[in-house]
């Protein structure tokens, strides 16, 4: 799933355990509409250090929702979700991946008759 807007906000690493590790981003997205929605987007383990965008950068995130309960002590169920990002990318980046056009072709070997092979 994609997520466009604007990074609102940039939180450091918080290191839960030795074996988690976290960082919280604020994304705005749909900011044209009357409505715009501010989402807490979060990244884990590598990509918590790996994250390179700056708040004001507008940005295309890839994105999971994760979910699971959890029964506490009390024996009461709880439900926890959360947005997890595992890539992303400016927007209007030329960083992208070349499209069909765009690819470099392999170099061909001609013969007599001009067919490549």
Known sequence: MKVTGLIKK???VV??????????IWVETDRESNYP???NIQLNQDNADKFNLKEGQEAELEINLRGRTWTGN???EKCFNSIEC?????????????TLEQAPQAPTKETKDGLPF
């Open 10 to 12: 940039v939180g450091e």
């Open 74 to 76: 009390d024996g009461v």
């Open 37 to 39: 929605q501010t989402l």
């Open 15 to 24: 290191v839960v355990s030795d074996k988690f590790k976290k960082r919280e």
């Open 86 to 98: 595992w890539k992303w990318e400016l927007v209007g980046s030329t960083t992208q991946a070349p």
